[in-house]
């Protein structure tokens, strides 16, 4: 019998699940099977999320459940919902869809026990997913996530779960509430600022304009090909800002617009790309670095705080480190992810990740945040603009004080998972004894990750597996001082950088990629 080219394998991969929780919780394509996001995964995960929570002494307590406008969304998020109510949980479901952050605010503002995210974040429109918060308004962590998943197998089928519905909806008061205090982040008096921004199609757009405005900054210009929620993202191969191609429409408007700041939000608006006008009057975003060492900046110039804490992860830029020094401030580094970040000691006031993420808000929304993260960028950048001054000169300065630091990525994507741990063990087996013309020395980061740090005389390198993709990651840095002109030093290092991802590239292949 003649069937469907494909089918067979498409079957199996199916069936080949469960879908395990991973940096993120659950992520996957929507689908039937138990390795794919569908009512049934949904119903079983929250089953369990549900006993793990009773097993806490939480039963009665707030459960705050919120979605993006995906394929699948709506319906996930009910059904969590409806598992949760009939375990004997007070659950609420936000109004609509919204953006991330205000899931995260709304499990601390409302002292709820846990809450439940259903979005895939930036991943291609196929995919959906299901984050997980603690009461701490975190992400859960180890041993929690292992619990869970254990309680996850234990569930019954989907169909003996019970379910009830009518569950309440919170009012629109929640989301204002989060306006409210995005709004009061700005520290500087200007607001003489043009905006262009998009959400890529996601649902951020329309609390972004809201907490902009509420912050006083009234020009803000939206792409109106990606303003609306759309599951299709019709405009962008890849709903992710950091993607090549994904913010021509933004850099577009913004030069059309001639806007000051450029925003580019994820679609679950929990990232945040800033984009400049350069100084041959072409635009260009930020790298997620850039973007983090200049808020950091701004954070530590303002902050009220005494004794602060600012933290990004092992494969970050280290120059926040230099500039929390310079600021008498503790730096910290933790594993990546912010469940690790927003946990990274007492007195945070601020956290970043390379890719995008960014915590200028702790106090109340302790995860990623790209809306305050854009209202912060906003105010930075009108108060440099107030005094004849951009972003490009901060970091300019920075660069002179604490060094040039070029950071870059390598990415090999594997049908088989085992070559990851192959690649990375046969790297333990025989580490190299020079990059780049330079001695260096291997640390195994196990059992804390399964990851490998490569250091030596101005150049780091790290190398993991990705949580949420079937990718090996390798993560780049040189830092070179600033001993004559700035253009001379960041020469230097594009060429050490480039020397070092030649032969970082050689090490993967000779170990097996």
């Given at each position: 019998?003649?069937g469907?080219?494909?089918?067979?394998?498409?079957?199996?991969?199916?069936?080949?699940?469960?879908?395990?929780?991973?940096?993120?919780?659950?992520?996957?394509?929507?689908?039937?099977?138990?390795?794919?996001?569908?009512?049934?995964?949904?119903?079983?995960?929250?089953?369990?999320?549900?006993?793990?929570?009773?097993?806490?002494?939480?039963?009665?307590?707030m459960?705050?459940?919120?979605r993006?406008?995906?394929?699948?969304?709506?319906?996930f998020?009910?059904?969590?919902a409806?598992?949760?109510?009939?375990?004997?949980?007070?659950?609420?479901?936000?109004?609509?869809?919204?953006?991330?952050?205000?899931?995260?605010?709304?499990?601390?503002?409302?002292?709820?026990?846990?809450?439940?995210?259903?979005?895939?974040?930036?991943?291609?429109p196929?995919?959906?997913?299901?984050k997980?918060?603690?009461?701490?308004?975190?992400?859960?962590?180890?041993?929690?996530?292992?619990?869970?998943?254990?309680?996850?197998?234990?569930?019954?089928?989907?169909?003996?779960?019970?379910?009830?519905?009518?569950?309440?909806?919170?009012?629109?008061?929640?989301?204002?509430?989060?306006?409210?205090?995005?709004?009061?982040?700005?520290?500087?008096?200007?607001?003489?600022?043009?905006?262009?921004?998009?959400?890529?199609?996601?649902?951020?757009?329309?609390?972004?304009?809201?907490?902009?405005?509420?912050?006083?900054?009234t020009?803000?210009?939206l792409?109106?090909?990606?303003?609306?929620?759309?599951?299709?993202?019709p405009?962008?191969?890849?709903?992710?800002?950091?993607?090549?191609g994904?913010?021509?429409?933004?850099?577009?408007?913004?030069?059309e617009?001639?806007?000051?700041?450029?925003?580019?939000?994820?679609?679950?608006?929990?990232?945040?790309?800033?984009?400049?006008?350069?100084?041959?009057?072409?635009?260009r975003?930020?790298?997620?670095?850039?973007?983090?060492?200049?808020l950091?900046?701004?954070?530590?110039?303002?902050?009220?705080?005494?004794?602060?804490?600012?933290?990004?992860?092992?494969?970050?830029?280290?120059?926040?480190?230099?500039?929390?020094?310079?600021?008498?401030?503790?730096?910290?580094?933790?594993l990546?992810?912010?469940?690790?970040?927003?946990?990274?000691?007492?007195?945070?006031?601020f956290?970043?990740?390379?890719?995008?993420?960014?915590?200028?808000?702790?106090?109340?929304?302790?995860?990623?945040?790209?809306?305050?993260?854009?209202?912060?960028?906003?105010?930075f950048a009108?108060?440099?603009?107030?005094?004849?001054?951009?972003?490009?000169?901060?970091?300019?300065?920075?660069?002179?004080?604490?060094?040039?630091?070029?950071?870059?990525q390598?990415?090999?994507?594997?049908?088989?998972?085992?070559?990851?741990?192959?690649?990375?063990?046969?790297?333990?087996?025989?580490?190299?004894?020079?990059?780049?013309?330079?001695?260096?020395s291997?640390?195994?980061?196990?059992?804390?990750?399964?990851a490998?740090?490569?250091?030596?005389?101005?150049?780091?390198?790290?190398?993991?597996?990705?949580?949420?993709?079937?990718?090996?990651?390798?993560?780049?840095?040189?830092?070179?001082?600033?001993?004559?002109?700035?253009?001379?030093?960041?020469?230097v290092?594009?060429?050490r950088?480039?020397?070092?991802?030649?032969?970082?590239?050689?090490?993967?292949?000779?170990?097996?990629?």
């Amino acid at each position: 019998m003649n069937g469907e080219p494909g089918a067979v394998t498409d079957l199996a991969d199916r069936m080949s699940g469960p879908l395990r929780f991973g940096t993120a919780g659950l992520r996957g394509p929507v689908r039937a099977g138990p390795n794919g996001m569908n009512t049934t995964v949904v119903v079983r995960t929250t089953a369990g999320v549900a006993s793990w929570l009773a097993r806490q002494g939480k039963t009665g307590e707030m459960v705050v459940v919120g979605r993006d406008a995906r394929y699948g969304s709506e319906r996930f998020a009910i059904a969590a919902a409806e598992v949760l109510y009939a375990a004997g949980f007070d659950a609420r479901l936000l109004p609509g869809p919204l953006p991330t952050p205000v899931l995260a605010f709304a499990v601390k503002q409302l002292k709820a026990a846990a809450g439940v995210q259903i979005t895939a974040s930036h991943n291609p429109p196929a995919d959906n997913g299901y984050k997980l918060y603690d009461s701490s308004g975190s992400q859960v962590v180890p041993p929690s996530d292992g619990e869970i998943e254990g309680a996850i197998a234990s569930a019954p089928p989907a169909v003996a779960v019970p379910r009830t519905p009518g569950v309440p909806v919170l009012g629109e008061h929640i989301v204002d509430e989060y306006v409210s205090r995005v709004a009061a982040i700005p520290v500087g008096p200007s607001r003489s600022l043009r905006v262009a921004a998009t959400a890529l199609h996601g649902v951020g757009a329309d609390v972004l304009r809201r907490a902009l405005t509420a912050a006083g900054f009234t020009a803000v210009h939206l792409v109106p090909e990606q303003s609306k929620p759309d599951p299709d993202f019709p405009t962008v191969s890849f709903p992710n800002p950091e993607e090549p191609g994904a913010t021509d429409l933004l850099v577009t408007l913004a030069a059309e617009v001639d806007a000051d700041l450029a925003i580019a939000l994820d679609p679950d608006a929990d990232r945040c790309a800033v984009g400049v006008r350069d100084r041959d009057g072409s635009w260009r975003m930020l790298r997620g670095d850039e973007t983090g060492v200049l808020l950091g900046e701004h954070v530590l110039s303002t902050t009220s705080c005494p004794d602060p804490l600012v933290a990004t992860t092992i494969v970050s830029s280290s120059m926040l480190s230099r500039i929390a020094a310079a600021h008498c401030a503790r730096y910290a580094e933790t594993l990546t992810g912010f469940k690790w970040l927003t946990r990274a000691g007492h007195r945070l006031v601020f956290a970043y990740e390379e890719a995008l993420g960014l915590c200028v808000n702790p106090d109340f929304v302790r995860d990623k945040d790209g809306i305050a993260a854009a209202v912060m960028a906003c105010d930075f950048a009108a108060t440099l603009k107030a005094s004849g001054r951009s972003l490009l000169d901060v970091l300019d300065d920075l660069t002179i004080r604490h060094g040039v630091h070029l950071t870059d990525q390598l990415s090999s994507r594997v049908t088989d998972l085992s070559v990851r741990t192959e690649v990375l063990q046969a790297i333990r087996n025989a580490p190299p004894a020079e990059l780049a013309g330079v001695p260096v020395s291997i640390e195994d980061l196990l059992p804390a990750t399964d990851a490998v740090r490569i250091s030596g005389d101005g150049l780091r390198v790290v190398i993991r597996p990705s949580g949420t993709e079937p990718k090996l990651k390798t993560y780049l840095q040189v830092v070179e001082p600033v001993s004559g002109s700035l253009e001379d030093a960041r020469a230097v290092a594009k060429r050490r950088l480039a020397a070092l991802r030649t032969d970082v590239s050689a090490l993967l292949s000779n170990h097996g990629k």
